[in-house]
């Protein structure tokens, strides 16, 4: 079993526009960087999470498209022109840009700063895929953004999420040389870990922790 996909219809909340995409039905992985960005088997599935509209180049999740008015109230074609025009989207791969534009349009309709992060986490990992240092750096910066107010506006639903964001963040500024911070972070685990089994999050922040500590990206 490895990645799998489907062709389903779509229209465009912003533009109306009606397309077909592919979208993903399932995934396989084997082991994970530290910042979770799964090695998948077979097919990159990343880009495929997101489906953008070829007109106007709307992206969102699939399930987003089901819900037009929360989108048709706030996003329009200009608002999506305008993101297009921020200079950074002229230096990031095509595949990670999708989940800038869709974290963008998230930002934009008043979303949670959780899922959020997650989107711009994610265009990290498609930088990080085509080998673009640069770019990948400004998204982490973003996802690290995002996931932080999270975190201090407790918007993340599932409690059991908490531990292994905290970890994330700390794992991010890591990455980002912010010894410091990420010192901070990975020291706050501990405090909110809460279930046994969880216990995987604190020997993997353990780790990371070290390698911050002595310097090693
Ligand atoms: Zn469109």
């Not at 969102?60 to 989108?71: F, I, L, M, Q, T």
């Not at 975190?151 to 040389?177: A, F, H, M």
Request: glycine share 4%; charged share 25%; proline share 6%.
């Amino acid at each position: 079993m490895v990645t799998s996909f489907k062709i389903s219809g779509f229209t465009c909340p912003a533009c109306g526009s009606v397309f077909d995409a592919r979208t993903v039905t399932s995934i396989t992985h084997q082991g994970q960087d530290s910042d979770f960005l799964p090695h998948y088997l077979g097919e990159n599935p990343l880009p495929y999470f997101l489906v953008q509209c070829p007109d106007c180049n709307f992206s969102a999740y699939p399930e987003d498209y089901a819900e037009p008015e929360v989108v048709q109230q706030k996003v329009s074609v200009p608002t999506i022109k305008r993101i297009l025009s921020l200079p950074i989207c002229r230096k990031i791969p095509e595949e990670a840009l999708k989940f800038f534009i869709a974290g963008k349009i998230y930002e934009e309709t008043g979303r949670n700063p959780y899922h959020i992060g997650n989107l711009y986490l994610r265009g990290s990992w498609c930088c990080r895929i085509h080998d673009n240092r640069k770019a990948e750096i400004e998204m982490q910066q973003m996802a690290v953004k995002f996931l932080r107010l999270s975190v201090e506006r407790s918007t993340i639903n599932n409690p059991d999420n908490l531990p292994v964001v905290t970890y994330l963040i700390g794992e991010l500024y890591r990455r980002l040389e912010d010894r410091k911070a990420a010192r901070e972070w990975f020291s706050a685990v501990e405090e909110v870990l809460i279930d046994q089994e969880q216990q995987w999050i604190l020997e993997l922040t353990q780790k990371q922790a070290e390698l911050n500590e002595h310097f090693i990206n």
